[in-house]
């Protein structure tokens, strides 16, 4: 089985008890990754990690290169990605300290650089987007949370917004009129460009606080910092019970 990969969020900058071997700064045809892919050993297993915000460059959400990043993950032969985000919640189960195993997207994004069709080998890259988090890695996660006796949500519709600012509480309004349970900034292009690639993908949500006007204080990142310390551990042990399953 070909090892896995991690992309680390906000809060995640590195894997606690990584032992890491090499580092790949990978040439892409689309620019430079976030920062150089490590490689290493969790336990008996084999394992990359990539921060997609540059662990000491604080890369904002719609500066990312998204595409760098997938493309590298496929050169270094990984099996599959599984993504850490931090969101803010919108629905009433999704409290912040709770994790959640999105099944679901809604892209509100723009101006970001979302596919890597770029028409020269004059073929439509029309891919099948209609489940956009691998059923396979998602199934995984679940049974990893509930080994290790995790609390989290089987499902959720993350809703992806342009960043870098906050939503106003009438944005948040709105996305949960659109059936949303969740608020990032990250979550797309990633998601889609994986699947472009046929790389398996899917993705852990840290919810760190309610979303704009569904809390009763206001917005802060000490706030967020707070409960980020708290759920990078659970995600930490959600992804040794994984590797041990696989």
Not at 29 to 49: A, D, K, N, T, V
Not at 122 to 151: S, V, W
Request: with cysteine.
């Amino acid at each position: 089985m070909r090892p896995l990969a991690i992309i680390g969020g906000t809060g995640i900058d590195d894997l606690e008890d990584l032992e890491v071997l090499k580092e790949h700064s990978v040439q892409t045809p689309y620019g430079e990754p976030s920062e150089p892919i490590q490689e290493g050993q969790l336990g008996e297993h084999s394992l990359f990690f990539l921060q997609r915000h540059g662990s000491h460059r604080a890369i904002p959400p719609h500066m990312i290169n998204y595409r760098a990043n997938l493309w590298a993950l496929q050169f270094m032969e990984v099996g599959a990605v599984v993504a850490i985000n931090a969101v803010g919640g919108i629905t009433e189960s999704m409290r912040p300290g709770r994790l959640v195993i999105p099944h679901q997207v809604v892209d509100y994004t723009w101006g970001r650089e979302h596919t890597f069709d770029d028409g020269k080998d004059g073929k439509l890259m029309h891919i099948d987007f209609t489940e956009p988090y691998a059923r396979g890695l998602r199934m995984e996660l679940l049974a990893a949370a509930e080994a290790a006796n995790i609390p989290h949500e089987a499902a959720g519709v993350y809703a992806a917004t342009q960043g870098p600012r906050l939503e106003t509480s009438a944005e948040v309004q709105r996305l949960a009129r659109d059936g949303c349970d969740v608020v990032g900034m990250t979550g797309m292009p990633e998601a889609a460009l994986a699947c472009e690639l046929g790389l398996p993908y899917a993705s852990v949500c840290m919810v760190v606080n309610p979303a704009a006007g569904l809390g009763t204080l206001p917005l802060t990142l000490a706030m967020m910092r707070d409960t980020l310390v708290r759920e990078a551990a659970a995600v930490q042990q959600l992804l040794s019970q994984l590797l041990r399953n696989r």
